[in-house]
């Protein structure tokens, strides 16, 4: 990436991406030693073609200033002076009588050669100027490129603060980005995103961007130009963690909304079922047969067990929103983990077709979280499924990771409404709550991600949808505490 001193060498492990490079203000040292080194060697060969042509003063004079605007145009404008006392020394040394010396014999030589230093010092001076606001429009031009550059990777990104400094890492190869913000007991990291590798020699740069907040840049050195950018964008960071909050904030009030519709309906039907039974058993009125009391026993033991299952998702989904999910990660076998699940689900899990290879790799999850994500998106293809055709599950490894496909064949999703299943309090398609409160997609995506893996629906071949869940692979592919 871009650096003062020119390109450096991407760091292992670092994705390249393009810059658009601001181009320095002022020449180099290279083009202006050019230039002196054009008039130094240029000009004599000029007064050399000059003298062989045998050209008059009025002809020799055209060609001087060439030479003059040349040496501006590649060195600039001290360069271009040098040429052009240069260029008067020469016309009135060897072209102007009496000639080899440096008297000016008429008045209208005179004329000539200092109408020719005037004229080479003003064109130089303009084409020097030209250079230099040719310059800073490429400049502007070049950093207008560099916002838009990294403003579209904000805009594409879920999280626009993370987005935001991650393209700021990337694009000026620095090796941390860190957004402090004031609290009463000092400055906080409000964000921070920090590359695999680092540089002792790094320097650190922090962009004030208001009296609570602050830009901590780690890597190389930034040109002026690239602070520029990098000041822009640190008021933008302030902007982005702004509007992060008052999203979490709307978020968070949406879903106690919901939360709270969903306790005054759908967790009251299961309380209220299971309060009538045992209100029922308790009843001295009322004398029970054995297979009534056995009934209702086992109305209320259903019920108690989908208050408790509508309980844990509210929970989770509340945790994940909070960001305290808590995890302990371990190597577990889809081939225990997929019968444990549709143990959970009672009678109608064990009609769940499992197709699990032998040689199914295990995976790298939490055994809590993963029971509830494999309970949640099974439980959802049996709700779907017609009878006589109960959902299959069925497991593939690819390279690092390990593939799990829960398939149902029923009336399936349309394709541009796959990601609105994922929504908290969203069940595509049914006229009733009875069944639960729309959260178990939502939270089963939510843990998956948690433990580094991807949840993704897809069409099934004749009818229905099949869900994608997708885990990394443990390290071997072996369970903990079991031989390979």
């Not at 994705?15 to 054009?38: E, I, K, Q, S, V």
């Not at 130089?124 to 030209?130: G, I, M, R, T």
């Not at 699940?341 to 199914?360: F, N, W």
Request: glycine residues 10%; neutral net charge.
């Amino acid at each position: 990436m871009s650096g003062p001193g020119g390109d450096r060498t991407a760091r292992p492990g670092r994705p390249r991406r393009p810059l658009a490079r601001p181009m320095a203000g002022p020449l180099t040292r290279g083009r202006r030693l050019a230039g002196f080194g054009l008039a130094l060697l240029g000009l004599p060969l000029v007064a050399a073609v000059a003298a062989a042509t045998g050209l008059e003063l009025t002809g020799n004079i055209p060609l001087f200033l060439a030479a003059v605007v040349a040496v501006a145009l590649v060195g600039g404008l001290w360069p271009a002076l040098v040429a052009a006392v240069g260029g008067f020394v020469l016309l009135n040394y060897f072209f102007v009588p009496p000639l080899h010396t440096l008297a000016i014999g008429n008045r209208s030589n005179l004329v000539g050669v200092t109408v020719f230093v005037v004229v080479a010092v003003a064109v130089s001076w303009v084409v020097d100027l030209a250079a230099r606001r040719t310059r800073q429009a490429d400049r502007a031009a070049a950093e207008a490129r560099t916002l838009a550059t990294i403003a579209g990777g904000v805009l594409r990104g879920a999280d626009p603060l993370d987005a935001l400094l991650r393209q700021l890492l990337d694009t000026f190869d620095l090796t941390s980005v860190t957004l402090l913000e004031a609290a009463p007991g000092g400055w906080q990291p409000a964000a921070v995103v920090v590359s695999p590798a680092a540089d002792p020699a790094d320097s650190v740069l922090r962009v004030p961007v208001e009296e609570t907040a602050t830009l901590v840049l780690r890597g190389p050195a930034l040109s002026e130009a690239n602070r520029r950018i990098v000041r822009a964008f640190a008021a933008q960071a302030v902007v982005a963690l702004r509007q992060q909050r008052l999203t979490r904030a709307a978020e968070g009030d949406r879903v106690r909304t919901a939360l709270l519709a969903a306790v005054g309906h759908d967790l009251r039907t299961p309380l209220a079922s299971a309060k009538a039974a045992v209100a029922g058993l308790r009843s001295r009125e009322v004398e029970f047969a054995p297979e009534d009391r056995e009934e209702l026993l086992a109305t209320a033991d259903e019920s108690l067990d989908r208050l408790a299952g509508l309980v844990a998702n509210l929970l989770d989904m509340s945790r994940l929103q909070a960001g305290t999910l808590g995890m302990m990660p371990a190597d577990v076998g889809l081939e225990d983990m997929v019968p444990r699940a549709l143990d959970e689900l009672g009678p109608a899990g064990r009609t769940v077709v499992v197709k699990l290879p032998d040689d199914l790799p295990a995976v790298r999850a939490d055994p809590g979280l993963l029971d509830r994500v494999l309970v949640n998106i099974v439980g959802n293809a049996l709700r779907y499924s017609p009878p006589g055709r109960p959902p299959a599950v069925t497991g593939t490894a690819g390279g690092e990771m390990v593939e799990l496909r829960v398939v149902d064949h029923g009336p399936g999703i349309p394709e541009e409404q796959w990601e609105q299943v994922f929504l908290p309090f969203q069940r595509l398609g049914d006229r009733h709550t009875h069944d639960g409160v729309g959260l178990g997609l939502a939270l089963a995506r939510g843990l998956t991600e948690a433990m580094g893996g991807t949840l993704r629906p897809a069409a099934t071949p004749g009818g229905g949808l099949t869900m994608i869940l997708t885990l990394p692979a443990a390290a071997g592919g072996s369970v903990a505490g079991r031989p390979e």
